[in-house]
């Protein structure tokens, strides 16, 4: 496959599965079993999860994509096992790599995932002060 269809993967992949919200067909993305879990519990985590996908540059078997996403903490994730109902945004790198067969076959992430869990209110104050709400 070319470098633009290896692009045109990503995309439909993000259309079709994030923000579809269709866990089940990550599977005619990939066959990494980490890869299909991530996805899962993403969007198990967030079930109104939505990526925009900000540019993409393609080369080779590679893509990278810059994404602005959202979403709503309606379940497990990470640390934060227990549903907070707050909003997270993130900005985040995205990185695939793509076998012969148009198949991912290695991914990459690249985010501030402790500005991430703040917003969910998780683990960012120092010990023995509450956690900043912000949402105000």
Do not use: C, K, Y
């Amino acid at each position: 496959m070319s470098p633009d269809e290896h692009r045109s993967r990503v995309l439909e992949l993000v259309d079709r599965v994030i923000n579809a919200h269709d866990a089940g067909a990550i599977a005619e993305f990939t066959s990494s079993a980490a890869i299909q879990a991530t996805v899962r519990s993403l969007l198990e985590a967030f079930p109104d999860l939505h990526q925009e996908i900000r540019w993409i540059v393609a080369e080779d078997d590679r893509v990278v994509a810059f994404v602005e996403m959202s979403g709503t903490h309606e379940g497990p994730w990470l640390m934060v096992q227990e549903p907070t109902h707050r909003r997270m945004q993130a900005s985040l790198m995205l990185a695939f790599q793509f076998g012969a067969d148009g198949m991912i076959i290695d991914s990459w992430l690249g985010t501030n995932f402790i500005a991430m869990l703040a917003q969910l209110g998780w683990g960012v104050a120092p010990i023995g002060e509450p956690v900043p709400d912000l949402e105000t």
